[in-house]
């Protein structure tokens, strides 16, 4: 996710929008933010741009199939 500014950050980070965040609710999200997307977060974003449960369910298995598939190929 782009972050353009400091404010930009700290609302995303502040989620339960109470004004105030942590140090470690700030590191946490940063981590957050600088980590791979995993499958379930596809979905999720997915979801959220009109996708339906049914596409994101088979989005899911069938990432899983292409990451098992580059699995094996990099065994090789």
């Known amino acids: 996710m ?3 500014d400091a404010l930009t950050l700290f609302e995303h980070v502040d989620v339960l929008q109470t004004g105030r965040i942590t140090l470690d609710e700030l590191m946490e999200s940063i981590k957050s933010l ?9 979905c999720c974003l997915t ?4 996708g339906t449960a049914t ?3 088979r989005l899911v298995t069938r ?4 990451a098992a598939t ?3 190929a990099r065994a090789w």
């Open 2 to 4: 782009p972050v353009s």
């Open 34 to 42: 600088t980590s791979k997307a995993t499958p379930f977060d596809t």
């Open 47 to 50: 979801a959220r741009i009109g």
């Open 55 to 57: 596409f994101t369910t």
């Open 63 to 66: 990432t899983d199939h292409v």
């Open 70 to 72: 580059l699995e094996e």
